[in-house]
């Protein structure tokens, strides 16, 4: 069974730091990897998606890396924003299925 | 339609009641996932579609909960007999291919936000 493992569980960064958000997996098979974003009371929003032929992955200030061997992702945000402050989530796909991590909350200080 | 649109937003129910909650997903989606997201809980896999066909159920917490999708479009989630602990989020996903290579981006709806008193 695929576990997926996000760390740190909270952020709070003053505005203008990077942000550096780690995922981990423990099946390396992997299709693909998809980092999302969650507001409050709000569904998941798709940042990036990296196949897993992909190393990394950048939109704007995000960037996403992946070390399939290794069972591990990062998603580097630059030059934090207090509308960056959410929830990050990374999933996994397994064949059909996506695994998510808990996420990590993200609170970037004015 | 632009987003993937889910019904109702949010939904209040007396126990031992029946819900249920719609899905339209983006036009041309083949494949269709439920999640469910309980109050400080991850995402829990309920249910995919591949077209009309439900390959997987197992993510079903139990035989109240039922789904299904017609026309390779709308898909409707059914809870029988609603207890407490089924309140939570329920969210819509969509996707053009599922597994394999090349594997689709997930979309997510806003979630239908289900309290069972």
């Known amino acids: 069974k695929q576990e997926v493992t996000q760390i740190p569980a909270a952020l709070s960064v003053p505005e203008g730091e990077n942000l550096v958000l780690n995922c981990s997996f423990t099946?390396?098979?992997?299709?693909?990897l998809q980092w999302f974003r969650q507001d409050p009371g709000k569904g998941l929003t798709s940042l990036l998606l990296?196949?897993?032929?992909?190393r990394e992955q950048t939109s704007g200030r995000l960037n996403a890396s992946l070390d399939k061997s290794s069972g591990r992702s990062t998603l580097y945000i630059a030059a934090s924003q207090p509308g960056d402050s959410a929830t990050y989530l990374c999933a996994v796909t397994n064949d059909y299925k996506l695994s998510f991590g808990a996420g990590t909350t993200v609170t970037v200080r004015a | 339609g632009a987003g993937v649109s889910q019904s109702p937003s949010n939904k209040v129910t007396e126990k031992g009641k029946d819900v249920e909650l719609r899905c339209d997903p983006i036009?041309?989606?083949?494949?269709l996932y439920w999640y469910r997201q309980s109050l400080g809980q991850g995402l829990e896999f309920l249910i995919y579609f591949q077209g009309n066909s439900a390959p997987d159920k197992s993510g079903l917490p139990s035989d109240r909960f039922s789904a299904e999708r017609t026309g390779g479009s709308v898909s409707t989630l059914t809870i029988q007999r609603t207890q407490q602990e089924d309140s939570a989020v329920y969210l819509c996903?969509?996707?053009?291919?599922?597994?394999?290579?090349?594997?689709?981006?997930?979309?997510f709806g806003e979630g239908s936000r289900l309290t069972v008193l």
């Open positions: 996903a969509s996707s053009t291919s599922v597994g394999g290579a090349g594997a689709g981006e997930l979309f």
């Open positions: 036009s041309g989606h083949t494949a």
């Open positions: 099946d390396s098979a992997i299709y693909n």
């Open positions: 990296i196949q897993s032929s992909q």
